[in-house]
């Protein structure tokens, strides 16, 4: 039996994606919908429905418990980006995401955002700034953060992960941003292929709040323009949603976790590439920026006949 599209049936919806993490934008501007986590799944399935990684709801920030904490914080946030994974549960942050709202209220009209212009989006982990550069989009971040604390940083992992498709376990390092990443480093790219991430791995600790899991190869470091970049490659298996083509708080969480590992002197810039495309990571104390494309694919009307 397909899945009721209960109060989103007969909306019109946009969908988008970044680096190829997909996403249903809902507008609901006022706040007038009573989403439920079985509409939100049932509209991302890939088979029953329009098929994403993740829905969007568009709504001023006023509108919202949430958002309204967030105007507290930061009076500029209008709006507020509702962030559901694909099996309708919250998310905190998505990094991609936040990039593919803020180009949809651009080209909606419903922000005003030149080239080289700000905007400020609330979201659950807080107000986050997004700058527009061309074709691309840079969001600070925020703050990250090791639970693990200094003495995980200094050993480089606080997490034990059997991961299916690889022999024997791997030392995980955990990261937020604000989200919960579990990063684990592979020799080479023939590992990060071998890994079977239809398959669920196991923790130790069990991460009590669940975590994305971002394998990572290190390719080397390049300073050629005068700055040190580093790059790596990397697959990611997101809370809630299954292996992903590509995960914005993931990049972070992974570039975070490789920069680590590398001590003193490692880069602060990072190019990492995903299924999907490539993105770039910059760190600056505790605070870290995420570079991307953004792209609106097509309008839908949701029918149930």
Do not use: K
């Not at 969908?15 to 939100?40: K, R």
């Not at 029953?48 to 568009?58: E, H, K, Q, Y």
């Not at 997004?130 to 480089?156: F, H, K, N, S």
């Not at 030392?171 to 990063?183: D, K, Q, S, Y």
């Amino acid at each position: 039996m397909t899945p009721s599209f209960g109060v989103l049936a007969g909306r019109a919806l946009t969908t988008g994606h970044g680096t190829e993490n997909d996403f249903v934008l809902v507008p609901d501007l006022d706040g007038e919908l009573g989403l439920g986590a079985a509409e939100v799944a049932a509209v991302c399935d890939r088979h029953a429905g329009v098929g994403a990684d993740g829905l969007i709801r568009v709504v001023r920030s006023r509108a919202l418990p949430e958002g309204a904490a967030v105007l507290a914080e930061e009076p500029a946030a209008e709006w507020f980006m509702d962030y559901r994974n694909a099996d309708g549960s919250l998310a905190e942050m998505c990094g991609n995401g936040v990039r593919v709202f803020a180009h949809y209220l651009r080209v909606s009209g419903l922000a005003d955002l030149a080239d080289g212009a700000s905007i400020v989006v609330g979201t659950r982990g807080g107000p986050r700034r997004i700058t527009r550069e061309g074709d691309l989009y840079t969001v600070d971040m925020g703050v990250w953060t090791m639970p693990g604390g200094p003495q995980a940083e200094a050993e480089g992992y606080d997490v034990v992960v059997d991961v299916p498709g690889l022999e024997g376990p791997r030392a995980g390092l955990r990261v937020t941003v604000p989200n919960p990443h579990t990063v684990v480093a592979l020799p080479d790219e023939a590992s990060l292929a071998a890994a079977q991430l239809t398959l669920a791995p196991t923790y130790d600790p069990v991460p009590p709040e669940g975590t994305n899991l971002e394998l990572v190869v290190p390719l080397g470091e390049d300073d050629a323009a005068g700055t040190p970049v580093g790059t790596i490659r990397m697959r990611v298996l997101e809370r809630g949603v299954g292996e992903t083509r590509s995960c914005g708080t993931g990049t972070c969480a992974a570039a975070l976790a490789v920069r680590a590992w590398g001590g003193a002197g490692a880069p602060d810039v990072w190019r990492v590439l995903v299924p999907g495309g490539e993105v770039t990571v910059r760190v600056a104390g505790d605070r870290v920026w995420l570079t991307g494309p953004a792209v609106l694919t097509a309008d839908v009307v949701l029918r149930e006949d």
